[in-house]
Nanobody, 121 residues
Framework: VQLQASGGGLVQPGGSLRLSCAAS????????VGWFRQAPGKEREEVSC????????VYLDSVKGRFTISRDNAKNTVYLQINSLKPENTATYYC???????????????WGQGTLVTVSS
């Protein structure tokens, strides 16, 4: 089981990025998925997740309307589209997956390695 995150980088305030998380060894469609982030000196927080079989997305209040989680089942990949980036969004972003309940309780068993997003002018 492996999750491979990618897509981070340096972007100016107001810019956009699309983070990708490719899964291998299991089928993402059967599992809950989530994106978390951790900024320097801060605790990890969940940004967005899908925790039910209807794939209803859930978002952190501060990112609603700017971040969008989605899946491509054919590619066994989950994405996080992040728009209107702000300097305070600078963090390492991690994807994670597991049984729906584990993602709901923020304890998914499978984690990607993280991809760094830096928002700076």
């Amino acid at each position: 089981v492996q999750l491979q995150a990618s897509g981070g980088g340096l972007v100016q305030p107001g810019g956009s990025l699309r983070l990708s998380c490719a899964a291998s060894g299991f089928t993402l469609d059967d599992h809950g998925v989530g994106w978390f982030r951790q900024a320097p000196g801060k605790e990890r927080e969940e940004v967005s997740c899908i925790t039910d079989s209807k794939h209803n997305p859930v978002y952190l209040d501060s990112v609603k309307g700017r971040f969008t989680i989605s899946r491509d089942n054919a590619k066994n990949t989950v994405y996080l589209q992040i728009n209107s980036l702000k300097p305070e969004n600078t963090a390492t972003y991690y994807c994670a997956a597991g049984p729906y309940g584990s993602v709901w309780y923020r304890t998914p068993p499978y984690w990607g390695q993280g991809t760094l997003v830096t928002v700076s002018s």
